[in-house]
Structure formats: C-alpha cells, structure tokens
C-alpha cells in the first residue's frame, strides 16, 4: 500500500507502489481520495496539535553531549538523553577511577 501525503491518495496498486510480481494475484488500480476530513463518508475529528518543542543540546565538563527537548510553551524538559540517572552513574565510575588510580603501586 502507497500512501501519497502530497494529494492524499492511498492505493493498493503493486505497480504504483512499485512492487513488483504479483504472485498470482490479480489487481485493479484501488485509489480512494481523502477530501477534507472525511474518509470513506465518515466524519473524521481534527488532528491533535503536536505541542512545539525546541531541542538544547550541551556538553558536559566530560565531553557528554546532553540533548534535552524543551516544550516552548511551559519551558519544562520533557526528555533528557542521557537521562540525568545515566550522567550520575557516569561521573560515580568516573570519580572510582580517579579514586583507584590513587591507590594504585606501580612500584610493584
């Protein structure tokens, strides 16, 4: 099945969607044009408005690119990648590290 967004037209027509064989099937070009909000004489509700969003990206002192996705409405984070548990985790084993190189006799 095609679904072409720019004339709002799906057709299951394996030679418009470009596949190829028809494995013993035969078919007839099934177009349906979406006009407005209707779809097949059914009265469709309004999308919903996807809220905007802008994206901020930062590096941390550890060279970690932190994105977070911002509502542009209400200015609250609605995702953080790493997450902040992740950036915790990361900087305790960093700390161990730094901790253990210390410790370590190299004279040995």
Do not use: C, H, W
């Amino acid at each position: 099945m095609r679904i072409d967004l720019m004339n709002m037209a799906a057709t299951t027509d394996p030679a418009e969607a470009g596949v190829s064989g028809s494995r013993g099937v035969q078919s007839s070009a099934q177009t349906q044009t979406v006009l407005g909000p209707t779809l097949l004489g059914k009265n469709l509700p309004a999308p919903p408005q996807a809220p905007e969003r802008e994206v901020d990206v930062v590096v941390d002192d550890n060279q970690v690119r932190i994105y977070r996705f911002i509502d542009k409405q209400t200015g609250e984070v609605i995702v953080q990648l790493p997450p902040e548990e992740m950036l915790r985790v990361m900087r305790n084993i960093k700390k161990m590290l730094s901790a253990a190189e210390g410790k370590v006799d190299l004279e040995a």
